[in-house]
């Protein structure tokens, strides 16, 4: 991908990923260009969300960006707190995650999905107004459905490695799938074993 593609993408909107009664409704920052430009959450290549979600047991192998629209088979989902896309989160204003908040709790309120896990402390904190917020699981219900705070698996978020972070997922994929093998399947309401 060349600059000039990247650069052409800002501002653009990446579609979400989702269905009804999710299980875990995943809600990054906003898309990176790379994101944007592909269509495909996640893009950047050194974004570490889809290896995370593999290494936490979301998924049973790891998925590419291209490959997101698996995601509502295994209960999950992709959205954004803000829609647009732009090259770093910190050219966001304040404004725009408040209305983001407004508008995801909305989105969750109309898929139902049973967890909405923020990636990135930061975001969640601007969003709904949490400034002493942490990683994990939170008191407050976004449309109706419980909230975990996750690590960004941005690759600028050197805080944290692949392995740290697969353990906080795996924290929320232990809550959200309970049992070792078994889900509920949302599209019926079985179990999977």
């Known amino acids: 991908m060349t600059p ?11 579609p979400d990923v989702v269905a009804g009664g999710l299980l875990v409704l995943f809600c990054g920052i906003n898309p990176s260009l790379t994101s ?3 269509g495909h959450h996640f893009a950047h290549p050194g974004n570490r969300f889809w290896p995370v979600l593999h290494r936490s047991g979301f998924t049973p192998r790891q ?16 959205t954004n707190v803000v829609a647009r896309a732009t090259a770093r989160a910190d050219e966001l204003s304040t404004e725009e995650f ?11 309120e109309e898929l139902s999905p ?22 994990g699981p939170q008191e407050r219900l976004v449309g109706g459905a419980r909230v975990w705070v996750l690590p960004n698996p941005s690759g600028l978020n050197a ?12 924290r929320l994929r232990a809550s959200a799938m309970p049992g070792p093998s078994r889900r509920q399947l949302p599209e019926t309401g079985r179990s999977e074993s």
Do not use: N
């Open 114 to 135: 049973r967890w909405l896990a923020v990636v990135g402390v930061t975001a969640y904190r601007k969003a709904f107004g949490e400034r002493t917020a942490r990683t």
């Open 4 to 14: 000039e593609e990247r650069l052409a993408a800002r501002d653009r909107v990446v």
């Open 36 to 38: 944007a430009a592909t």
């Open 63 to 78: 998925l590419t960006p291209s490959e997101q629209d698996e995601l509502p088979h295994y209960g999950l989902g992709i």
């Open 98 to 108: 408040r209305e983001g908040g407004k508008l995801l709790a909305g989105r969750v």
């Open 159 to 170: 805080h944290w490695t692949v392995r740290t972070m697969a353990e906080e997922y795996a």
